[in-house]
């Protein structure tokens, strides 16, 4: 009888070992699968170049860089040589980016972009939320399309956006809270 409780206890803890390991198995593959969710859901980065003119639906324009942009209070703020001026979307009609402005990547390194000859082609995004759109610092910007876009247009632009950055040329800025923006892939 004792070798039978034995063998039993034996069979108990062999059991019990094979069931936490096939745990941890699963829960590590969720979490691969949730990863991968995660990158596949990643805002495209975008950068702002150093530069814009700013036109206002009542005609008149200014130039600047682009500091700052809440989409909850929907204002975005322009400066030139130390003066700023906060800007409420519904004045502006679009910000056109300059093509000569210095352009970075997210580790600071500055892009160099060449003539209009470049094999890279305009891309539009049209009826972007305001709140999918966010402003990191005045060079870089990320765009949300994660539930804008259709999955094959979508899977379209991450495959530039690994091997070019994205820049901004221009943000057309529409009622109801929405924009266009019109971007450039950089040259690999």
Do not use: C, H
């Not at 702002?48 to 860089?65: E, I, Y």
């Not at 800025?173 to 950089?186: D, N, W």
């Amino acid at each position: 009888m004792k070798v039978f409780f034995k063998t039993l206890i034996f069979a108990l803890v062999l059991t019990v070992a094979g069931t936490g390991e096939n745990v941890q198995a699963v829960i590590g593959t969720i979490q691969i699968a949730q990863t991968q969710k995660a990158a596949v859901n990643a805002p495209i980065p975008l950068a702002l170049p150093s530069t814009a003119d700013v036109v206002l639906k009542n005609g008149s324009s200014m130039t600047g860089q682009v500091t700052a942009f809440d989409p909850n209070k929907q204002i975005i703020q322009i400066s030139l040589s130390r003066v700023s001026r906060s800007l409420k979307i519904a004045q502006i009609k679009q910000v056109t980016f300059k093509r000569d402005g210095l352009v970075y990547t997210s580790d600071g390194r500055r892009v160099i972009r060449g003539d209009d000859n470049s094999q890279a082609q305009q891309s539009t995004w049209k009826n972007i939320p305001l709140n999918a759109f966010r402003f990191l610092n005045p060079r870089q910007a990320s765009v949300d399309l994660a539930t804008l876009m259709n999955p094959r247009d979508l899977r379209g632009i991450r495959g530039v956006a690994v091997k070019s950055l994205y820049v901004a040329d221009e943000i057309q800025f529409q009622t109801a809270g929405k924009m266009t923006i019109k971007v450039t892939p950089t040259d690999p």
